[in-house]
């Protein structure tokens, strides 16, 4: 795709563009930074109307790079962002695919929780550091629930394309 179809792409409110919201400059900025790190290649093509479009295009690399990325967990820090997009590009992968990741985030997210709840226990009751752990666990078992209500989504949708 060219950068303005990118652009458009993720300027839908459904799919990325529910996911990521991005600034025309910020994406040919970014663009350039994943060309530059051999990330993606481009190439001048002709337009039946108007001037010639860079055209992008992942490099093997690029590909590689993405799939890694795609198929890991988010990290608890990126995860608002990181996941949904993972999970849109997972989708588009295929229900296994969604499924594996929504999986592996799940094991993620009940380590942050464990990890939480320990850290809670060693407060004084009554504390302020206690309310603060209270509210991440709240935050921690809302998205384990969310993520439960993932995996009962892919496991519906891969019963519906299963043969009977």
Known sequence: MHGYEL???LGRKS???LVWTVKQAQLYGMLARLEAGGLVESE??????????????????????FAEWARSPASRRDFR?????KLVFARKAGVRAASTLVAA?????????????????????????????RYRIGQLEATASWLEGCKA?????SRKRSPK
Do not use: H, I, N
């Open 153 to 157: 989504f892919f496991e519906a949708a």
């Open 15 to 17: 799919g990325l563009g």
């Open 44 to 65: 001048l093509v002709a337009s039946g109307q108007g001037p010639a479009r860079k055209v992008f295009s992942p490099t093997a690399g690029g590909r590689a790079a």
């Open 7 to 9: 652009y458009r792409e």
């Open 105 to 133: 985030q799940r094991r993620e997210c009940e380590s942050w929780l464990e990890d939480m709840r320990t850290r809670g226990a060693s407060c004084a009751e009554g504390s302020l550091d206690a309310l603060v752990y």
């Open 81 to 85: 962002l990181d996941f949904l997009a």
